[in-house]
């Protein structure tokens, strides 16, 4: 076999295998079109705890999920009121059906943050607000959370009509109580978020806004809420109520410079003119055309590099845009073993969609080599964690009996019930040392 197509093998092959434990937020949808599985999603890089909850009230993972403070390098374009619609899998590639297991009940929310780029912006802090939240309908007995699942895993929401335009993370939030009556309580968070630009001449922005994280504590009745035993009193959902749109509470930055020059159009997170297919946030861009043996064997070399990087830079969601760019490089391959050096062959797949792309510089111009090669800043290349001083590295987020916090997604530290975290909750008092660090 071809040493560079069978270390491509390897790649596919040694890529972690998706694991179901939860949730996990994986495609955004604007007016009922899929953006692409990943595509301007920030998410977990690790499939094996892609959808894993995130337990530590007070971690930056509370803002966007794990891995959620790097930005990925698309931003999707939406225009004024439009509608977003975000997708929960049980799977995070979709292999097996089912949006959340059926024991996590829970409230859903949506909120949105206004940055001054959607990519750069580590998401965490101020300027959070709510613009949707649903909690649990007395009328139909069911949470928002089984209300997901016959919607087949997805949360929609109206983006206010007054909201002004420019570069927005758009937030959904799922919260499972079904281990919050628990001695510690675990409240179970499942937060992603994407990244857009809004079109709209509005100028309204919410006054009324949070930081995440800090807008919901473990002492909040909100994620202490028993609903075995429900008490009488309604539940309400953690932070402040959804913004409605035309708000008394709102302030007007038609007059700030910093904003209403900078932001009247998208200039980050395009996709490239000459952009051929796409997988995720990344995009692969079809070679130079060739009439010679050489330039056919340097086509061949340029296609599979580009291959390479979408496998290393695949997110949870899957590689099919990568195996369909890949059997294109074999294509060429094969014309080149043939003879054949007039090329490159008409590419079979391609899933770019019609308006996705920009003016942005391309994946072409951008390239510092002959290789045109591009990648994910967010999404790199993971492996399973490993032990650590004997103990191994906690994929659950709990600690004690042979598994320690130190280098766990969840926290380095390992609380007196046994949880990962990062908190003072957990490396403060009662922290266990031997399975992680203490302050």
Known sequence: MNPLLFS????????????????????????????????????????????????????????????????????????????????????????????????????????????????????????WFKIYEDTYDTSTKQWCTEKLMQANGLLSVDVPSDLAGGYYLARPELLSLHEADKSPPNPQFYAGCAQIYLDSSATSLPTDTVSIPGYVKITDKSVLYNIYDPPSTPYVAPGPSPYEGNSTATTDISKSVKFSVAQKSQTEGLLPSDA????????????????????CWAASTNCFDQTTVCYNTAQPTG?????????????????????NFNGPPALAKSNVQAGTQGTAQSASQAATSSTAVHSSAAATKTTTPSSAGGATISEDGSCGDGQTCQGSTFGNCCSAAGYCGSSSDYCGTGCQSSFGTCQ
């Open 276 to 295: 051929a297919i796409t997988n995720g946030n990344w995009w692969g861009v079809e070679v130079a055309a060739y009439t010679t043996e050489d330039g």
């Open 8 to 127: 491509l093998v390897l790649v596919a092959m040694l890529r972690p295998q998706i694991v179901a434990a939860h949730t996990v937020f994986t495609t955004l949808y604007v007016n009922d079109v899929s953006q692409g599985d990943g595509t301007c999603v920030r998410m977990p890089t690790s499939p094996d705890t892609a959808t894993f909850p995130i337990n530590d009230l007070q971690s930056d993972a509370m803002a966007c999920g794990f891995d959620g403070t790097v930005g990925v390098d698309r931003v999707c374009p939406v225009s004024q009121a439009s509608k977003l619609s975000f997708l929960f899998r049980e799977y995070a590639d979709g292999s097996q059906s089912g949006a959340i297991d059926s024991s996590h009940k829970g409230p859903c929310s949506v909120w949105m943050k206004r940055v001054g780029s959607a990519i750069n912006d580590t998401a965490t802090g101020s300027g």
């Open 319 to 339: 590689d099919t845009g990568c195996r369909d760019w890949e059997a294109h490089c074999t294509d060429i391959q094969n014309a080149c073993k043939s003879g």
